[in-house]
């Protein structure tokens, strides 16, 4: 040994040392060397029940109460809405009775009140999120549709579905018609209408098999009069030789006196074409030899040429060749009224139940219809699903669709109601979270400006932007994924969840941080790693508190301070739903696993309920930073701030972790305003190491822990 570590060893034993630890508020640290700490920074081993709100002075937190006698049934969901217009607040519980949920209400902050259930209505079992949004409730429902609540009544279902439709543009008025599909889902825009052309009665008929590559086309076949082809009288005379010309001013036929019908047939049909003339018939009219048949409305300016026929001398009158209309050219024309396809397609039962037929507004359906080539229906919607719901920028946004795991589904802007992308006037959208690797999103939460934090079972996402023009998804960590969507929170600028190794928080433009390091030995051995899909946390505060299931026995409840980043522990608000109160007095509310109340965190007692709860706080083991020394310690100071009322304190020394043998004082501190006092501790033992423990069980709020002194003296060098 040196002869300066020698009189430094001599000196040290000549008179003690005052050691000093200002405050005890650097948090909880269980998993990291006490040699790499600072025993002056007042970090500390373990603490229950005690919060650093105020710099240096530790405190107790709020008590707990039960504010509310809940329902029967298993809690699954609870959620404080707000009703914006009327500023009325209400307590909504979804409570599981065997395989069904029910929703019930409770208006306002009286607990006298009893609970009503919304629409008197059960539902299937499933999972259950709610949102308040555009002065509705929202609730997502993994066994139903999207459904809302205004506070009357019962739910409104099946929110985003529309049905198809489709309207005529008929000439003329009081003829134009409406059909609407009579299932409100995408699969009725593969719906096709086309009025066509027919002779005879009102017909409908359908085909094909509704799908996007066979539409069904449903035909409508108007009663229609037939069409009157225009005729042609022909008249030669009797000619007696040469020829005559048969056409119009386009061109002529040379045709020979004592011609056939036949060829006379084949001559216009060279002339007009094969399938314009009809026929050709003998006459027995005077003054027509012929009568020409025309398909449709073909040349009403027929004309003949007789200049180069030629006739007996003698006959008498002159002759008189010619052309002329036998008979008018009649279109097609139809008949049915607006009205009478409505009687027709309403007898047609398989049809009805497909698509409904009405006139528009303001038509009385007397005149007729006209023709209308195929048209597809347009604006069907299904109802949207999903377990998870968040406000972003305006909207709702939705997940966790059982047909469509990685679906992102965002509402139009300030309406729950409304999410198809193709509608008029709709900005909704939808994007897809990630490759289709089976993988499922587990929870989702809005950061502020960072956007929107998706995770997965095994990765982390982001959706970006302010506009439907811009949203995009990005994947912000591929290894760290969110155990449960209840485990996520949020306070300015991070965003918080809990992962299958650790507790983490995020902000934007960086990467997910582990924040558990301080305390992962309470991760990895006292919570129940294969049960985290039941973690729970919430926001109070700026502080992140997290409720996780235990190895044994009751919920671990762990409370990160932001703004200090340190860590507690408590024993309450343990429970399985949170919801952040925007009645500022009543706190927070949960609820507990083995309870049908309501519970509140936020009351300003030392109790939970009608129990006082313990708080204590225990020290690293103390060496006077020469840890292979042997010391004597002599004294140890408590300093406790004085509060309104009297307090007890407990005060523990335990030298080289020997907890038969230890130093115990209990004392009572007098309330005494904001001053302090002194409790002082005889130590008078040797060792290497002294743990100090402080401890109080009485329902007081006063206590308050502020700092310690201790004196030892080193006994040498082993």
């Avoid at 006196?257 to 094969?274: F, N, P, S, W």
């Avoid at 300093?639 to 304190?649: A, P």
Wanted: contains cysteine; charged residues 25%; proline residues 4%.
């Amino acid at each position: 040994m040196s002869d300066r570590r020698l009189e430094m060893d001599q000196s040290r034993a000549r008179e003690p040392y005052i050691y000093r630890i200002p405050a005890l508020d650097s948090g909880l640290v269980s998993s990291v060397s006490a040699r790499l700490l600072h025993e002056d920074t007042g970090v500390t081993s373990d603490i229950l029940n005690l919060t650093y709100e105020y710099p240096g002075i530790l405190t107790k937190r709020r008590g707990t109460n039960l504010e509310f006698v809940g329902v029967e049934g298993e809690t699954i969901g609870i959620f404080e809405w707000e009703k914006t217009s009327t500023q009325e607040i209400e307590l909504i519980m979804a409570k599981r009775v065997g395989e069904e949920i029910g929703f019930h209400y409770l208006i306002g902050t009286d607990p006298s009140e009893s609970w009503g259930l919304i629409g008197s209505e059960m539902f299937s079992d499933g999972e259950v999120d709610m949102v308040g949004f555009a002065d509705q409730l929202v609730v997502a429902h993994s066994g139903e549709t999207l459904m809302s609540w205004d506070g009357e009544g019962g739910f409104t279902k099946n929110l985003g579905a529309s049905n198809s439709q489709l309207e005529t543009f008929f000439p003329y008025d009081n003829n134009d018609l409406r059909f609407e599909s009579v299932a409100n889902s995408y699969e009725s825009n593969h719906i096709q209408i086309e009025f066509v052309d027919h002779v005879g009665a009102t017909d409908i008929s359908m085909s094909g098999d509704q799908t996007e590559e066979d539409p069904l086309v449903i035909t409508v076949r108007p009663a229609t009069d037939d069409v009157q082809n225009q005729k042609m009288w022909l008249f030669l005379d009797n000619p007696t030789g040469g020829y005559y010309q048969l056409g119009d001013v386009f061109g002529f036929r040379k045709i020979d006196h004592d011609a056939t019908m036949q060829e006379i047939e084949d001559a216009l049909k060279d002339l007009y074409g094969e399938n314009k003339i009809a026929g050709i018939e003998a006459s027995a009219e005077s003054g027509k030899d012929y009568i020409i048949e025309f398909s449709g409305m073909t040349n009403s300016y027929l004309r003949i040429n007789t200049a180069s026929l030629e006739w007996d001398s003698e006959i008498t009158p002159e002759p008189n060749p010619g052309v002329g209309e036998e008979v008018k050219y009649v279109p097609k024309k139809i008949t049915a009224t607006a009205n009478d396809i409505i009687t027709a397609w309403e007898a047609y039962t398989d049809l009805n139940d497909i698509v409904a037929i009405s006139n528009v507004s303001g038509s009385n359906g007397t005149n007729t219809v006209d023709r209308m080539t195929k048209r597809s229906m347009v604006g069907g919607y299904d109802a949207v699903s999903g377990k998870f719901l968040e406000n972003f920028r305006g909207r709702l946004v939705l997940f966790g669709d059982e047909s469509n795991p990685n679906l992102l589904r965002g509402s139009h802007s300030g309406d729950p109601t409304l999410w198809d992308p193709h509608a008029r006037g709709s900005n909704a959208f939808e994007l897809f979270v990630g490759p289709d690797d089976g993988s499922r999103v587990t929870g989702v939460l809005e950061f502020g400006d960072g956007g929107l934090l998706i995770g997965k079972d095994d990765s982390l996402y982001g959706l970006f932007g302010y506009t439907r023009a811009n949203f995009v998804v990005d994947v912000l960590d591929s290894q760290k994924g969110v155990v449960s969507h209840g485990s996520m929170g949020y306070i300015r600028p991070y965003a918080f969840f809990v992962s299958h190794d650790g507790i983490y928080r995020y902000s934007s433009g960086t990467i997910p941080e582990n924040i558990t390091i301080p305390i992962q030995e309470i991760f990895d051995e006292e919570v129940d790693l294969n049960r985290l899909e039941e973690v729970t946390a919430c926001v109070i505060e700026r502080k992140y508190i997290v409720t996780l299931p235990a190895v044994e026995g009751d919920d671990i409840v762990l409370v990160y301070y932001v703004d200090g980043e340190r860590w507690s522990r408590w024993t309450e608000p343990a429970g399985k739903h949170y919801s952040l109160s925007r009645d500022i007095p009543r706190g927070l509310i949960y609820t507990k696993e083995d309870d049908k109340g309501v519970y509140i965190y936020g009351d300003l007692t030392g109790k939970d309920g009608a129990e006082d709860f313990p708080c204590e706080v225990s020290t690293l083991e103390l060496s006077a930073h020469a840890p292979e020394l042997d010391k004597y310690f002599g004294e140890v100071y408590f300093v406790f701030r004085k509060g309104e009322e009297d307090y007890t304190v407990t005060a523990e020394v335990i030298i080289d972790d020997d907890y038969t043998n230890v130093i115990a004082n209990t004392e009572t501190i007098p309330a005494g305003g904001k001053s302090q006092a002194v409790l002082r501790a005889v130590v008078g033992r040797e060792g290497r190491f002294m743990t100090l423990k402080v401890s109080n069980t009485d329902g007081s709020r006063s206590f308050g822990l502020m700092s310690i002194v201790y004196t030892c003296r080193p006994q040498g060098v082993l």
